[in-house]
């Protein structure tokens, strides 16, 4: 496909974009549905179909308040999720009623080559109008030869009525093949709420 240079027109000017069917689409494989849960598990699905698998958060509800969402990973089919991993966590936020606001790494949050589980929100809250939403991406999770990067992309309504968005990556430092990832609260039920595993064609 030929790139197109809009030399100062308006995109509404623009005759031809060339075909994007090289793109990809989403396959909907599965989804998990939440109801005073220990935990969501994906155990199947994640393999060599697909060289991407999009998870997607909706509306994520703690039964605690004041908790963090997390992720690990499995090699064994979910029998273990102690996948050693290399992140960098990152957040910014805003309060709903004063003006404090921030972009902030957080080192506390990273793990170095640490097999527990990964942070992927913070001081998210309990009361019912009070969720999480995002996505994770896991790239190649069937490699047996390169390690197994990710992204995290969530924004939760906190415990303090504010608006955080958590962005975390790295790498699950393994060449064996990722076959299976939980994700639960550091303590607590997940209340309520979807997961939905996508592959990427």
Do not use: C, W
């Amino acid at each position: 496909m030929a790139l197109i240079k809009l030399n100062d027109r308006a995109v509404k000017d623009v005759t031809q974009f060339g075909s994007i069917s090289s793109l990809g689409s989403l396959t909907h494989i599965s989804t998990a549905t939440a109801s005073a849960s220990a935990s969501i598990e994906f155990t199947s699905g994640i393999d060599s179909t697909y060289k991407e698998y999009v998870f997607y958060l909706v509306n994520i509800h703690p039964s605690t308040n004041f908790i963090d969402l997390q992720f690990n990973l499995s090699t064994d089919g979910g029998s273990n999720y102690n996948v050693s991993k290399t992140t960098t966590y990152f957040r910014t936020y805003n309060y709903e009623g004063v003006a404090i606001n921030n972009l902030e790494y957080s080192s506390d949050k990273d793990l170095a080559n640490g097999t527990g589980e990964q942070q992927i929100s913070d001081n998210s809250g309990a009361s019912s109008d009070e969720a999480i939403s995002g996505y994770l991406q896991l790239f190649n999770p069937s490699s047996t030869t390169y390690v197994k990067h990710f992204l995290v992309d969530t924004n939760s309504y906190s415990h303090d009525d504010a608006s955080e968005r958590a962005f975390v990556g790295g790498y699950a430092n393994t060449t064996s093949a990722i076959n299976a990832i939980r994700f639960k609260f550091a303590s607590g039920n997940i209340d309520s709420g979807q997961i939905l595993l996508f592959g990427v064609n």
